[in-house]
């Protein structure tokens, strides 16, 4: 009976812990559970997600980013619009690349300026799955949901000759 108790005490605990994280639906329309995920997942499944949605996975992004010019993040055709690519900024750090839906691109770093969980591409947003954080990429990466203040550092990009490289 106690080991019943002990465990049924547990499980609620989870349920808790993964309410507190969930954000109560206020990250781009997921509730608690698909907040759940994310945090079991690791941030690499929203970029992921975003990436597949295009019709490619992660393998043939980054397969296709390293068959790309050299120095480049990636072109312009491995990211469709409204999706995003992860990379490794100069400092060896998470940062995420988006085609935003006017057709520019903007890259971030990935790391949350909250508690350092790596965001990841969400909705049109940046979700962090540690703390519900979520960052608007189409301004700023201004704070869109906290507990995060301030916006995640931003990555100068251009393009040259169909390429997304950092500025």
Do not use: K, W
């Not at 559970?33 to 690791?42: E, I, K, L, V």
């Not at 997600?49 to 397969?63: L, R, V």
């Not at 469709?80 to 085609?99: N, Y």
């Amino acid at each position: 009976m106690r080991l019943s108790a002990a465990l049924g005490v547990g499980a609620a605990s989870a349920s808790v812990l993964a309410a507190c994280g969930g954000g109560g639906g206020e990250q781009g329309g997921s509730g608690g559970g698909a907040s759940q995920q994310a945090t079991d997942s690791g941030a690499t499944g929203g970029v992921e997600g975003a990436t597949q949605a295009s019709g490619e996975t992660a393998a043939e992004t980054t397969a296709q980013q390293q068959g790309s010019q050299a120095g480049a993040i990636a072109s312009e055709s491995e990211v469709a619009t409204g999706a995003a690519t992860e990379f490794t900024d100069s400092a060896g750090q998470p940062a995420v690349l988006v085609h935003l839906d006017n057709g520019d691109f903007v890259a971030y770093s990935a790391v949350c300026t909250h508690a350092q969980c790596t965001v990841a591409y969400n909705n049109g947003q940046l979700a962090c799955p540690c703390h519900g954080s979520v960052f608007d990429p189409a301004n700023g990466a201004s704070v869109v949901n906290g507990p995060a203040n301030t916006p995640l550092p931003e990555i100068p990009v251009e393009v040259r000759d169909g390429q997304v490289f950092t500025a």
